[in-house]
């Protein structure tokens, strides 16, 4: 007799609606939280003690791995980049293709990347391991808002910080990138600053800090809404961590389309 719910296809069609389910459910838990947030930071409902505490987070815990990144990277391009200038003639062109391609770009994300990978997970670790110990229920209880204590500054955190680990991760890039361009191509340091500030405007930067700003927020309320909606075990709260790193990963590239389409299209 033919069963239906034992076949490839229905059992492939399970779980491409499991997927989706899992998709949708996710997406309404982010918005969710996100009204939450607005509507307690409207209501000027924060605890600036926590916020002092999670832009540690931010802004020193996470820096040397974006440092570190930021750095080989664009030590790496650079170390393709100049001989190839310098052979068809525009070595002079090196900084300002190094600083259009580091402000715009390689900076932020890679900035972005290290965050996730370091405090985003971090984030929706602690808060899923707090949720499946019943600690969210035990803050109810005692009349402590979860979303204000846990959400609100994390969220805060990420906006007012990711930029600042912007700003450092990109200068110490460029000084990456023109150290090695002296080296490999035999380019001065005067003529590759020069060249820099050519190719470089005032509006990049003020766009690549504002798109800096939106990563950090995205990435705190990603994180932390996928923690706080984790119910279970163990088990749960390492999903609920690599569901954190890869929705931040996914929104990371959406919101980068984002600005390149609205501000450079």
């Given at each position: ?166 700003i450092v991760s990109a200068f110490f890039g460029l000084v990456c990138a023109g150290l090695v361009s ?61 569901k954190a790193v890869v929705w931040s990963f996914l929104a990371i590239a959406m919101w980068d389309f ?8």
């Open positions: 007799m033919f069963e239906l719910n034992k076949t490839l296809t229905y059992q492939g069609f399970l779980l491409f609606w499991k997927q989706i389910k899992d998709f949708l459910v996710t997406l309404g838990n982010i918005g969710c939280d996100f009204s939450s947030v607005l509507a307690r930071l409207l209501r000027l409902n924060i605890n600036y003690k926590e916020v002092v505490e999670q832009s540690k987070k931010f802004a020193y815990d996470s820096l040397p791995i974006s440092l570190t990144i930021v750095g080989m990277t664009a030590a790496i391009i650079a170390m393709q980049l100049a001989p190839e200038l310098a052979k068809q003639g525009g070595a002079d062109y090196t900084g300002m293709l190094s600083a259009l391609v580091m402000v715009r770009e390689l900076a932020v994300v890679m900035s972005g990347f290290a965050i996730i990978s370091m405090v985003g997970s971090s984030f929706a670790s602690e808060i899923a391991s707090m949720s499946v110990t019943e600690q969210i229920n035990a803050m109810k209880v005692l009349k402590v808002d979860p979303i204000s204590y846990l959400i609100v500054p994390r969220f805060l955190a990420g906006i007012l910080f990711m930029p600042v680990v912007f002296h080296y490999c191509a035999d380019l001065s340091l005067l003529n590759y600053v020069t060249s820099m500030w050519h190719g470089l405007y005032v509006r990049d930067i003020f766009i690549a800090i504002l798109k800096s700003s939106v990563f950090g927020g995205t990435i705190a309320l990603i994180s932390c809404s996928c923690g706080y909606a984790t119910r279970g075990g163990a088990k749960e709260v390492g999903l609920a961590t690599t984002i600005f390149a389409a609205i501000f450079y299209l």
